[in-house]
């Protein structure tokens, strides 16, 4: 069983800067594929970012140069930093674990762009 718990959503103005992170517990963090999804009213859940096991990453075309995914594996925790922060960025964010067939999600956390 893994438990993901996430932090650091909000409310902020465009153009303002926010970083998220997804502590794990309950697993061997290193071995996953970790990712970033996020779902807007009315919309399906849309991949972000995602860093492998390995620190390889990938960006949705949407967000890619604004947000940063990285991985600490020390603190067991997935952070998504983002910049230049849009009304569109406006969604639930969800951290997921992958490895295998094995897939967890967070909770999610509130991101609100409000001009």
């Known amino acids: 069983q893994v438990q993901l718990v996430e932090s650091g959503g909000g409310l902020v103005q465009p153009g303002e800067s926010l970083r998220l992170s997804c502590a794990a517990s309950?697993?061997?963090?290193?071995?996953?594929?970790m990712g970033w999804y996020r779902q807007a009213p009315g919309k399906q859940r849309e991949l972000v970012a995602t860093i492998t096991s390995g620190g390889n990453t990938n960006y949705a075309d949407s967000v890619k140069g604004r947000f940063t995914i990285s991985r600490d594996n020390a603190k067991n925790t997935v952070y998504l930093q983002m910049n230049s922060l849009k009304p569109e960025d406006t969604a639930v964010y969800y951290c997921n674990a992958m490895f295998v067939d094995y897939e967890y999600w967070g909770q999610g956390t509130q991101v609100t762009v409000s001009s």
């Open positions: 309950g697993s061997i963090f290193s071995i996953y594929d």
